[in-house]
């Protein structure tokens, strides 16, 4: 089983960046593509992008052009890099296997778009 711990969420405004991490500890991490998800408040939460082992990248319409997920194997790190941020990018994002049995979800981050 993979533990997973999300961290480097904050308040930033219109405009701004921010680079979300997650790290995967208790099993291998270099052979599962993982994801990045987000829910905002009284939504479901979404995938918004996800990584393939390979290193492949997809990314939802709303993120594409913005968002850059990329992965460190050797340090079991995931990364989510967000610039031009909108106030809609406001969520908790969680980090996550993106299809098949889901690992057991982290305590999330916390994004605050906001001026």
């Known amino acids: 089983q993979v533990q997973l711990v999300e961290s480097g969420g904050g308040l930033v405004q219109p405009g701004g960046s921010l680079r979300l991490s997650c790290a995967a500890s208790g099993s291998v991490f270099s052979v599962y593509h993982m994801g990045w998800y987000r829910q905002a408040p009284g939504r479901s939460r979404e995938l918004v992008a996800s990584?393939?082992?390979?290193?492949?990248?997809d990314y939802a319409d709303a993120v594409k052009g913005r968002f850059t997920i990329s992965r460190d194997n050797a340090k079991n790190m995931l990364y989510l890099q967000m610039n031009s941020l909108k106030p809609d990018d406001t969520a908790v994002y969680y980090c996550?296997?993106?299809?098949?049995?889901?690992?057991?979800w982290g305590q999330g981050t916390q994004v605050t778009v906001s001026s």
């Open positions: 996550n296997r993106p299809h098949g049995t889901l690992f057991s």
């Open positions: 990584i393939r082992t390979s290193g492949g990248a």
